[in-house]
């Protein structure tokens, strides 16, 4: 297709093509050429994929924008709808899944196609069925478990990993069927979902979404999304457990971060304690609990370094060999070190344990351990 | 002069005139035009000013770098030193005093004449003997306590404020007087000092430092500067106390700061606790206070603003109504929003106290506070 046609199709605010298509890169994966939208543009989502070969469109899934109150962020957010759906939002790692050129393929938020996470979506959901009825609609699905290439967050009775679909969406438009239609249609197809925490008077739904919020905090998950039945509006809001392994996680590698990525995790503490901490001792020893977050992942990180160790993200993954080495090749991609911690056979399966090394951190410490200056 | 004639004099690395005036920008103030240099650039250090009309330079005080690790950064820091001088640093205001077309006048770190801290450099200091004796050189000190227009750490036995000369400069090379040399100037003319700590091997200067910031830390005080016996080279290093109440204020006005000052305030505890804090249980207490630090001054100014308070920074200033009318105008050149909370007379004198308002925290939290999201 040319660019003329692809932008006849797609729902772009760009006047012409031109003006669109300078932010597309191409790639070639599995036979394929992809041009991928690595950012957010003219009103497509970071991630969106043209496939040159077959003219299928993979749209990109949006950012969800975030309140830092719930009240009265809930009601503002959703002035006009009758009713909201609150569903738990799971901490691990977005893929859409689309059938392109006859194949289930997972793309990552960036619009690339991850082999293993492909092949495990392909293992946990059998989407074949899915696709040969709904050939233009992608399964928007959340990896999560301590066995994934990217996350590693624990849940209970996932010892290894799971796949929760989360959004269906048409893939021409990028519009996600309404919230009832897709809970209808992934238990139709035996897609497992997020927990779903019912249906809310926007107006109310602040008080009620304070008790969910306490029993996820009390299990260390991740927080709601909160969607207008069309499924198209939505807001997401997190849980203290959250920001506070998201500071610990940040501050044992302080220098891979975005200064910007600690300030808005800390700012939304602030919001919350000031919405939810009525008693002073309750606010104080969140107050602790934060420096506790900050501060012991930071020293122990830098008494690492100290000692001559690497820091950086680890993560376990299972499958056979090929799969395993597809993986490694592809994360190898992005220019990444990784150090081997372990790799063995289990039942057949080959069992990696590796490390995503951080070399900021690495080097920065490194160079204030040797006594190096801070020019202020 | 001409820009050929300032650029022979100054000891800078720029190679023609025109690469180095671009950077300048003109000011008037007292009759005099003033052409300061806001970045440094070129050699030259932020804040440098040539007065136009009687081709007088008042040097910039340049930044002094900071070490993370007392162990080896001080030895590191001083490879060819035989005894380096460790003083206080003082938690104030920083001020060079030079006399201009005849008089004293204080200019601030970004080449402004502050008539305030002018009128109290004069009061404090009466430099008119020094400077008779020596028109070449410039005074750098501290205006510390309480009662000041730009900072307010408490000092104890200094209940307005107080002056003190931390270092003295040739007027056109910028160069410091030796340490010694310029101990016994301050003595010889009256002018206090900040406090001295001795001198140290820097080889075996990081144990002494250490019991030094165990004692400034117990009394909430900023840290020290280790100075080479020429005084050219000079680092510092803050206390816990200093960094802790740096983050305090910062996060009582959280979108004022840049990210970039919350994180080396961070980083500069995590440094400092890996190596100082050896027993566990004493990390642990440090990274609580840490978090009482962060937390809960940001929950008090949120429920401020919740409350229709404005929040920002109190000071206070005593002295003859015409020069607290001045300090207001010189204040609201900058653009300041300024508050009066209090206008009394004392023993004749005018006390203002009144808050430099943070619209950007303010505006910020009220729109959170509504409901507004972010967007990420």
């Known amino acids: 297709m040319d660019d003329q046609e692809w932008f006849d199709r797609l729902e772009t605010a760009a ?3 031109g003006e669109l298509f300078e932010h597309f890169e191409t790639r070639s994966a599995r036979g394929l050429t992809f041009q991928v939208l690595s950012d957010a543009r003219h009103g497509l989502d970071r991630g969106t994929v043209l496939v040159e070969e077959t003219g299928e469109v993979v749209p990109g899934y949006p950012s969800i924008p975030r309140i830092l109150v719930l009240d009265p962020g809930v009601r503002s957010f959703f002035p006009d709808a009758e009713r909201i759906a609150v569903e738990e939002k799971l901490n ?4 859409r899944v689309a059938r392109v050129d006859g194949e289930a393929l997972a793309f ?16 946990l959901l059998s989407p074949a069925a899915f696709f040969d009825d709904s050939p233009d609609l992608i399964l928007c699905a959340e990896l999560i478990g301590p066995e994934t ?6 849940y209970p009775d996932i010892e290894s990993d799971a796949i929760r679909v989360f959004d269906v969406r ?11 239609r897709r809970r209808e249609l992934c238990r139709e197809y035996g897609f497992e979902q997020p927990p779903f925490f019912g249906w809310h008077d926007p107006a109310t739904a602040a008080a009620a979404v304070e008790d969910v919020l306490a029993d996820l905090d009390a299990d260390e998950r991740e927080g709601i999304v909160m969607k207008a039945p069309s499924g198209a509006r939505m807001v997401k809001y997190t849980t203290r457990a959250q920001h506070h392994n998201e500071l610990a996680f940040a501050f044992s590698l302080p220098y891979e971060h975005g200064r910007d990525f600690l300030f808005s995790r800390l ?4 919001f919350q304690a000031a919405e939810l901490e009525d008693d002073p001792e309750r606010l104080r020893q969140r107050a602790r609990e ?35 080495d597809a993986l490694l090749d592809h994360l190898r991609e992005f220019s990444l070190t990784l150090e081997i ?32 200056v801070v020019d202020e």
């Open 341 to 372: 911690l372990e790799d063995r056979r289990e039942d057949g399966e080959r069992v990696l344990t590796f490390r995503k090394v951080s070399p900021s951190t690495v080097d920065r410490i490194d160079y204030y351990l040797d006594g190096g």
């Open 108 to 123: 990552t938020r960036g619009g690339y196609v991850c082999p293993y996470t492909t092949a495990r979506a392909r293992d």
């Open 170 to 180: 048409e893939r021409h438009s990028g519009d996600p069927l309404p919230v009832e």
């Open 15 to 17: 006047d012409e093509p």
């Open 290 to 324: 934060l420096g506790e977050s900050i501060l012991l992942p930071m020293v122990e990180t830098i008494d690492a370094i100290a000692d001559g160790e690497t820091v950086g993200e680890d993560h376990t993954v299972r499958g056979d060999p090929e799969r395993i």
């Open 267 to 270: 700012v939304r503490e602030g």
């Open 92 to 95: 691990g790692f977005n893929v």
């Open 149 to 154: 290439p990217y996350t590693s967050h624990d």
